[in-house]
């Protein structure tokens, strides 16, 4: 079946420091990749996505390359802030139907 | 932001007693789903709903059922509650079914079972 494995977290960085979140995943088709991210006392959003493999996904200083031949879309920020302190969702959606798969999550706690 | 809210955003209740959790859309989505976010499980896909009266099953469906007579709500039953179910409770809504979809998500609904 489908699965997503992330790092364990919690990650904790000093701002201004270079972030990485591994995530891999096993999937049966061709997925399309996902990072969510959920702020305290909220729902999950979309930060970025990636449909297809070398697929570059971008946003708010974030990136992920869709990498298929290492399964990997690792999460990337080169100057983390404060306000990036949150949980980390890596997804997957096989093809056929937009069924989530979700990994573990991984905190990140930035401090000043 | 997409138009979703959840009822009640929190909730404890008794075993045994029934429970149902409201999802609420003004975007006119057509799929709906329901997930519930564990530590150390992310989140598990509970049911689905690809349109109105059409549900099926997801990951973690045993104990849960789920109704849709309007496009605009999605609700979540628990017959008979019990302390497994304590969790935090999220609704998504897509606008298609296609695996690059986004899914907007609900802001949660904590609920307790003693």
């Known amino acids: 079946g489908n699965s997503v494995t992330q790092m364990e977290g919690p990650v904790t960085l000093s701002e201004e420091a270079f972030l990485t979140i591994n995530c891999t995943y096993t999937?049966?088709?061709?997925?399309?990749l996902f990072w969510y991210v959920q702020y305290p006392g909220e729902g999950l959003q979309l930060l970025l996505k990636?449909?297809?493999?070398?697929d570059k996904g971008s946003n708010k200083g974030f990136e992920a390359t869709y990498r298929k031949e290492t399964t990997s879309f690792h999460l990337e920020k080169g100057s983390v802030q404060v306000s990036d302190s949150a949980v980390y969702f890596c997804?997957?959606?096989?093809?056929?139907?937009?069924?989530?798969?979700f990994g573990t999550g991984t905190r990140l706690l930035v401090s000043p | 932001d997409a138009g979703i809210t959840q009822s009640p955003r929190h909730k404890v209740t008794e075993t045994g007693t029934p429970v149902t959790l409201r999802c609420h859309q003004t975007e006119n989505h057509r799929y709906m789903y329901w997930y519930r976010q564990d530590p150390g499980h992310g989140l598990r896909l509970i049911h689905y709903s690809y349109g109105v009266k059409d549900t099926d099953k997801g990951e973690v469906s045993d104990g849960y059922s789920v109704s849709r007579s309007k496009t605009e709500d999605f609700l979540l039953t628990l017959e008979s509650a019990t302390s497994s179910q304590t969790s935090v409770y999220f609704c998504?809504?897509?606008?298609?079914?296609?695996?690059?979809?986004?899914?907007?998500f609900g802001p949660g609904t904590r609920l307790t079972v003693l």
């Open positions: 997804a997957l959606s096989d093809t056929g139907f937009q069924k989530l798969v």
């Open positions: 999937a049966t088709g061709y997925p399309s």
């Open positions: 990636a449909t297809k493999a070398d």
């Open positions: 998504a809504i897509s606008e298609g079914r296609a695996a690059y979809n986004e899914q907007f």
